[in-house]
């Protein structure tokens, strides 16, 4: 089982730059909500209440004015600075006391994922008790991705990383789940040829020792990268898309806090007060008129 869950906030945001080069890519705004939110809501979803957030060395005080320490929440979250990119597996490295030796889930700061089967499928994953989990999304483009072939059980049976020819049209996304053995695994790594440990090194130890499996999102699902400009706005627009036309948000803290039970509407209350008048406020009003 995994209660415990990082998200890797941190890099230099280049693609975005001059926007990064004063505030982190994960404190810009998808929609009506900074985009940290979006990868906080998907642990939280999980049932993951025990998060470690890995920022970029000197950006901590901009993500506490924002997500103190998760008791608005009903959770714990704990931060950690991060002074160069390293590559994905060095969050585990830095993240080892944070882990203790026990399951625990990553998922990438710029990524977004939605779906109507996504919170069932986030349960599920984190039941996770041996071995490691990547969750696959198929696209059209996969020589951009690293991209996995799995069997009829969807067992990982071969990884490329952006193949030249068609190998698979499944990416990996950057969500994962790994057991208690992926903070030894991370330390075993050597850099690669741009001098960053590679999640692709660390996610074949698990494969050779046929203990890596995958999940998909399917059809009705979506997965983006907001890591370009161009896929910051796009993913964007799909989120005021999606609420205008269903009156609901994504990845509002405070309802999913609520509706697991983690808060009551006093601290919605207080939620409101901290962010003042604003739309997001406004809905958070609607939360508090219901009969829960």
Known sequence: ???????????????????????????????????????????????????????????????????????NL?????YEEQDKPRGLPDAFILGEKF?????????????????????????????????????LHKVFNPELFGV????????VVSIKEKPKKFFSDYAITGLYFFDKNVSKYSKTLKPSKRNELEIVDLLNIYKKKNKLNADIIGRGGAWLDTGSIDD????????????????????CLEEIAFIKKWINKKNISNQIKFYGKCEYSNYLKKILKTKN
């Open 148 to 155: 996995a072939k799995i069997n009829s059980r969807n067992k």
């Open 232 to 251: 910051f706005y796009k993913t964007s627009a799909f989120v005021q898309a999606i609420e205008n036309q269903q009156g609901l948000k994504i990845a």
């Open 1 to 71: 089982m995994i209660n415990k869950g990082i998200i890797l906030a941190g890099g230099l945001g280049t693609r975005m730059s001059p926007l990064t080069k004063a505030v982190n890519k994960q404190l810009l705004p998808i929609h009506d909500k900074p985009l940290i939110f979006y990868p906080l809501s998907i642990l939280m979803l999980a049932n993951i209440k025990d998060i470690l957030i890995i920022v970029n060395k000197g950006q901590l005080d901009q993500y506490k004015k924002i997500i103190p320490n998760g008791k």
């Open 99 to 135: 882990i203790n030796k026990k399951n625990v889930a990553l998922i990438l700061g710029d990524n977004f994922f939605y779906g109507q089967n996504l919170t069932k499928n986030l349960i599920n994953n984190s039941k996770l008790k041996i071995g490691a989990k990547i969750l």
């Open 74 to 78: 009903g959770i714990k979250i704990k």
